[in-house]
């Protein structure tokens, strides 16, 4: 009986030994990672395969990631591109429904930063659901993104290719009107309470890559409001507006009531529709070409 476990003993030994070197060298479990907008590394231990999409933004980033079969749950205005109309709804980005998200089961939520509310971005991460916040603030900032969703998502190949088009693109534009003369533009935001953005915004990037002069750049807030007596003792020699639809063009309208401003005296009363221009997608190459257009197009009237 003693030999018996011996040889039994000996033979566990000799399995070990082969063993062992075996599970020494096997890699470690390799996270996927990335930094989001927020300055937190997020890891999963496998790649996301349901995606919750918090802002129409984030859709559109996650879609041009290569990732758009993953997404299982958006947010209102989330129509672009068109197969995300009809991924369940979660909501707003300013409220969203947790209930209804929870049960849809997705293993990352893709946040927005200023949009979505914090509180409720906490609840999720509270119950196990990884949030990645992003808030591109620049075209590098939208390329970037596009591939850390890529990452995240195990679509490397064609978010890297989707970034990259998009970078080389608006270099294109850039270098296109990197002679143009200056145009002093006034963009609207909103219209009640009437509000602008500053050059540290998306949108003052692309003024700026346009030749265009924000008469409201040096103003510290990001998206300030102000009054109608700035605009006029501003007196841009463009007014750019996105309006509240595709195709609503009635914050323009409404500058016709002063014809002693010069965008209003020469016609330049110019709309982008937004989905193109507020929207930190793949999309802003778009909109960034025809707001240059529209530039040119005052240059023409002086």
């Known amino acids: 009986m003693q030999r018996d476990a011996l040889v039994t003993a000996r033979?566990?030994?000799?399995?070990?030994?082969?063993?062992?070197?075996?599970?020494?060298?096997?890699?470690?479990?390799?996270?996927?990672?990335?930094?989001?907008?927020?300055?937190?590394?997020v890891c999963l231990d496998?790649?996301?395969?349901?995606?919750?999409?918090?802002?129409?933004?984030?859709?559109?980033?996650?879609?041009?990631?290569?990732?758009?079969?993953?997404?299982v749950a958006v947010v209102s205005y989330s129509d672009y591109p068109p197969?995300?109309?009809?991924?369940?709804?979660?909501?707003?980005?300013?409220?969203?429904?947790?209930?209804?998200?929870?049960s849809l089961a997705p293993d990352l939520?893709?946040?927005?930063?200023?949009?979505?509310?914090?509180?409720?971005?906490?609840?999720?991460?509270?119950?196990?659901?990884?949030?990645?916040?992003?808030?591109?603030?620049?075209?590098?900032?939208?390329?970037?993104?596009?591939?850390?969703?890529?990452?995240?998502?195990?679509?490397?190949?064609?978010?890297?290719?989707?970034?990259?088009?998009?970078?080389?693109?608006?270099?294109?534009?850039?270098?296109?009107?990197?002679d143009a003369d200056p145009m002093p533009v006034f963009y609207q935001v909103w219209d009640e309470p009437l509000m602008t953005v500053n050059d540290d915004h998306l949108i003052g990037e692309v003024i700026a890559l346009c030749g265009g002069r924000n008469v409201f750049g040096k103003l510290e807030r990001l998206v300030p409001r102000i009054g109608t007596e700035a605009v006029l003792a501003a007196d841009p020699e463009a007014i750019v507006a996105g309006g509240m639809g595709e195709e609503n063009r009635d914050w323009l309208d409404a500058w016709k009531r002063y014809p002693e401003l010069q965008a209003v005296e020469r016609d330049n009363l110019f709309f982008v529709p937004p989905s193109l221009i507020q929207r930190p997608t793949p999309r802003l190459l778009e909109g960034s070409r025809i707001f240059c257009e529209k530039l040119d197009e005052a240059r023409s009237r002086r």
């Open 46 to 71: 496998k790649p996301a395969r349901r995606i919750a999409a918090l802002s129409p933004g984030a859709t559109e980033l996650v879609y041009a990631a290569g990732a758009g079969d993953q997404v």
């Open 83 to 102: 197969e995300a109309r009809q991924v369940p709804s979660v909501g707003s980005h300013t409220r969203l429904d947790l209930e209804r998200l929870v």
């Open 109 to 178: 939520a893709i946040g927005w930063s200023t949009g979505n509310p914090g509180e409720q971005l906490t609840k999720l991460d509270a119950l196990g659901i990884p949030v990645f916040m992003i808030e591109p603030r620049s075209v590098e900032g939208v390329s970037s993104a596009i591939e850390r969703l890529a990452t995240l998502a195990g679509s490397e190949a064609e978010g890297h290719a989707a970034a990259q088009g998009f970078r080389d693109g608006m270099a294109e534009l850039a270098a296109q009107y990197a």
């Open 11 to 41: 033979a566990c030994l000799a399995v070990l030994g082969l063993v062992l070197p075996m599970l020494m060298s096997a890699p470690a479990r390799a996270d996927v990672c990335a930094a989001d907008d927020s300055g937190q590394k």
